[in-house]
Nanobody, 123 residues
Framework: QVQLVESGGGLVQAGGSLRLSCVAS????????MGWARQAPGKERELVAT????????YYTDSVKGRFTISRDNGKSTIYLQMNGLKPDDTAVYYC????????????????WGQGTQVTVSS
């Protein structure tokens, strides 16, 4: 399994922006579909966005479409989640995940997970 380390979380006011980063312990990140998921207190983990190995295909859950952007730099073994227009409902622990397959959109497809980074949006 690949090791994943997230960073970039923090406290931000509603309407603000944050960029999350996730560094992977592999030089062949291109063979992994990567994703970001989040889990708020008392709620199930939700897959927020995914991106294919080459970056051509992306998926976003409806609640973040038009506000969040997932991207990747395979040369740096890093993926990003740019979050704009943040809302209090976006408050959660955000996790980076890796799936060793050409495409993935279900949380059960992802076999490697990071430790998470807290994002808190104040109203």
């Amino acid at each position: 399994q690949v090791q994943l380390v997230e960073s970039g979380g923090g406290l931000v006011q509603a309407g603000g922006s944050l960029r999350l980063s996730c560094v992977a312990s592999t030089r062949t990140l291109r063979i992994y579909t990567m994703g970001w998921a989040r889990q708020a207190p008392g709620k199930e983990r939700e897959l927020v966005a995914t991106i294919s190995g080459g970056g051509a295909a992306t998926y976003y859950t409806d609640s973040v479409k038009g506000r969040f952007t997932i991207s990747r730099d395979n040369g740096k073994s890093t993926i990003y989640l740019q979050m704009n227009g943040l809302k209090p409902d976006d408050t959660a622990v955000y996790y980076c995940a890796a799936a060793r397959m050409s495409w993935a959109r279900s949380p059960t497809d992802f076999s490697s997970w990071g430790q998470g980074t807290q994002v808190t949006v104040s109203s």
